[in-house]
């Protein structure tokens, strides 16, 4: 399974503690990257659950019964 954003921010700060002390403005940097890394992983879970709902709801046309992607 893939990394959360949260889980990244732990390790960084876990190594952060290990090694030396980041300033600000590196803290920042960290931060806004998970901060990217967790709207990347909300926008495909978005993306999973639209998918889900085409296959449990169907096109949207009355009548069809096809359940795989397709054009009318």
Known sequence: MA???????????KSDQNQKALSPNEWMQ??????????????????LKAIIEFY????GIEGCKATEPHVH
């Open 3 to 13: 990394q959360t954003a949260v889980e990244w921010l732990v390790e960084q700060i």
């Open 56 to 59: 449990e709801q169907g096109c």
């Open 30 to 47: 960290v931060i806004e990257q998970a901060k990217a890394m967790e709207k990347e992983q909300s926008n495909e879970i978005h993306k």
